[in-house]
């Protein structure tokens, strides 16, 4: 079964300063990986997806991610944060090919807070 | 109307009432989502529906009633529920249930069980 770790629950960060929010799955297919955003009151957003390809996955708001096959992982990473990125920040994981269905596994979290 | 929207966005109900979420997706999706979302937990997915067809039901348990009357709308029908049901309860669609679809979301009904 797949599964998805998110270590850090909390992450304070200086505005201006770089981030790197962890994410780790377990899983024994192929996979697809995700990363949503939701901001105060709202739902999720999708940051950005890794489907095949290139193993440098750049997104919305100058995030972007790097999947690992090795080390299974899928970090999320940004160079310069600023105070509208606070917000929670989930990792999910899918998998079952192309053109089959496979329910996504969010992660637990990981609360994002930017210091003025 | 944009995106996916929900009604109502805060809801307070006793253990004995009846009552109802609805969902809406003015996206042209095919497969729409219900998830529960509580504090400290991971996301856990309800149900899915796709054309109008329920494709999952991940245990949830029958207090949890959900409703699809077009690809369009999805309603969940609540009643005698408990106090650990109080969470927020989220929409999604995506355009098909493929693994790689993006789901969007809406912002979700906070559910308060006294």
């Known amino acids: 079964a797949q599964s998805v770790t998110q270590l850090d629950s909390q992450v304070p960060v200086f505005e201006e300063a770089p981030v790197e929010l962890r994410c780790n799955y377990s899983?024994?297919?192929?996979?697809?990986l995700f990363w949503y955003v939701q901001y105060p009151n709202q739902g999720l957003q999708l940051l950005l997806k890794y489907l095949s390809g290139s193993t440098l996955v750049k997104g919305i708001n100058g995030f972007e991610a790097e999947f690992n096959k090795s080390q299974t992982s899928f970090h999320l990473r940004k160079p310069s944060v600023h105070i509208s990125d606070t917000a929670e920040y989930f990792c999910?994981?899918?998998?079952?090919?192309?053109?089959?269905?496979?329910?996504?596994?969010f992660g637990p979290g990981t609360s994002l807070s930017v210091i003025p | 109307e944009t995106g996916v929207t929900q009604t109502p966005r805060h809801l307070v109900m006793g253990m004995t009432n009846k009552k109802s979420l609805k969902c809406e997706q003015h996206?042209?999706?095919?497969?729409m989502y219900w998830y529960k979302q509580s504090a400290k937990k991971p996301l856990e997915l309800m149900f899915v529906y796709n054309f109008k067809e329920q494709t999952e039901n991940n245990s949830v348990p029958s207090r949890f009633s959900p409703e699809c009357p077009n690809s369009s709308h999805l309603f969940l029908h609540l009643h005698t529920l408990q106090p650990e049901d109080s969470a927020l309860y989220l929409c999604?669609?995506?355009?098909?249930?493929?693994?790689?679809?993006?789901?969007?979301f809406g912002p979700g009904t906070r559910l308060t069980v006294l």
């Open positions: 999910a994981v899918s998998g079952g090919g192309e053109t089959s269905y496979d329910k996504v596994i």
């Open positions: 899983s024994s297919v192929s996979v697809y």
């Open positions: 996206l042209g999706h095919n497969a």
């Open positions: 999604a669609s995506s355009q098909n249930i493929l693994s790689t679809d993006t789901q969007y």
